[in-house]
């Protein structure tokens, strides 16, 4: 076990690790349950562990659930997802310090709030 806890990476800056010693042994098993559908980090894993006080099946068990719900809610294909300009016309600005994007409304004549909520 303790090669395992030497392999992973999960340091912070000044070189602790981020998982505690009772975390070590059901952190392994749920990897071990886990690797093929949920190939992320292991840091990623600790926070569903830890969701579930370390409880190994039942955040097996939180994890699968939670991926078929992004699978049936299409989750993955927001990122494609576009702004109806049409229904509610903007301009891109940029970002601001903090890092969100700024939007400039743009008003070319009547704008619909109901039309940007209804699918084209």
Do not use: C
Request: avoid cysteine; glycine fraction near 4%; aromatic fraction near 10%.
């Amino acid at each position: 076990m303790e090669e395992y806890l030497k392999s992973l990476s999960l340091k912070i800056p000044n070189g602790a690790s981020i998982v505690e010693p009772q975390e070590v042994e059901p952190l392994a098993e749920f990897r071990s349950r886990v690797r093929k559908v949920y190939p992320l980090p292991d840091v990623k894993l600790l926070a569903w562990l830890r969701a579930r006080n370390l409880n190994v099946d039942k955040a097996e068990q939180m994890l699968r659930r939670h991926l078929i719900w992004r699978k049936n809610n299409e989750i993955g294909k927001l990122v494609l997802w576009e702004s109806p300009k049409s229904f509610f016309p903007y301009l891109h600005s940029g970002f601001d310090r903090e890092g969100t994007p700024i939007f400039i409304l743009v008003n070319y004549g009547p704008a619909s709030a109901r039309g940007s909520f209804e699918p084209n």
